[in-house]
């Protein structure tokens, strides 16, 4: 599996994002099972014409001491690219997929401290790699919960692979190196419509000249009515060993509706 993608650069684009939150029951037992789905789409005319897909998938399962998580993304631009024949045709700008799943496990049904595993994928077609894996385990713990807000952190080794891009000199390489990973999860209600959410994740590669990935995000989340959401998610992205002539940091930014039923 190794289709080329691209990360996603600059301001995004907003547009409304459609979300399903399904949960069943079993004989009045609360499924352990919450899946949700969102599909956006934007068509520019005019002066440039561009189209805009996003989709994503995530799934959530948390029963007794065990929670774990999948979140897919997909994102596909393209714009409208003249040739040097004067004609005009929609090009892929933008391409990139992402996956991670994490599971934690509680020591106890009570306890504030887990166990994890965590396995990330990012496939980029313009980026600055081929292709971004790593995998990792540790520690972590819920340092601080209330009704209004809650602090995760967690810490432990890993190993991670990167991709380069082949360029007109030399060929692709793939890069090997164990890290250090850290992630910490803010969560809080700033009244009854409205929620911040900030991530932050840290790939660290001790070694001299290897490649080290951190990666964050801050959202906040509107309500406007029960069933309708408004969005904006502001993404950092910065890779310290890059070819010459790219950049190191990579953002996004997406204002988007969200419909859950």
């Not at 631009?77 to 992402?98: A, P, V």
């Not at 991709?163 to 209600?189: E, M, P």
């Amino acid at each position: 599996m190794n289709p080329k993608l691209l990360l996603a650069t600059a301001c995004y684009v907003p547009f409304i994002v459609f979300s399903a939150e399904t949960t069943t029951e079993k004989t009045a037992e609360k499924s352990p099972f919450t899946s949700s789905a969102e599909l956006g789409f934007l068509y520019k005319t005019g002066n440039t014409k561009s189209s805009d897909i996003k989709a994503g998938l995530n799934v959530k399962y948390e029963k007794d001491q065990w929670l774990s998580l999948l979140d897919l993304n997909l994102l596909i631009k393209k714009t409208e690219i003249e040739n040097d024949s004067g004609e005009s045709h929609l090009e892929t700008t933008e391409q990139k997929l992402s996956l991670t799943s994490q599971t934690n496990y509680k020591f106890n049904a009570v306890g504030k401290n887990y166990v994890y595993g965590n396995v990330s994928y990012d496939d980029s077609r313009f980026g600055n790699f081929d292709n971004q894996s790593s995998v990792s385990a540790g520690w972590g713990r819920n340092w601080y919960k209330t009704e209004v807000a809650s602090f995760f952190a967690d810490i432990g080794p890993g190993f991670k692979s990167d991709v380069t891009k082949a360029t007109d000199t030399t060929g692709s390489k793939t890069q090997n190196s164990l890290i250090i990973q850290a992630q910490a999860l803010y969560l809080r209600k700033i009244n009854e419509h409205v929620e911040f959410k900030q991530i932050f994740v840290a790939k660290y590669a001790p070694k001299k000249g290897e490649n080290s990935k951190y990666k964050a995000e801050t959202s906040i989340t509107t309500k406007l009515i029960e069933t309708l959401q408004l969005k904006f998610t502001f993404t950092v992205d910065h890779n310290t060993e890059v070819e010459a002539g790219t950049e190191n940091t990579d953002t996004q930014t997406a204002m988007t509706l969200v419909y859950s039923f």
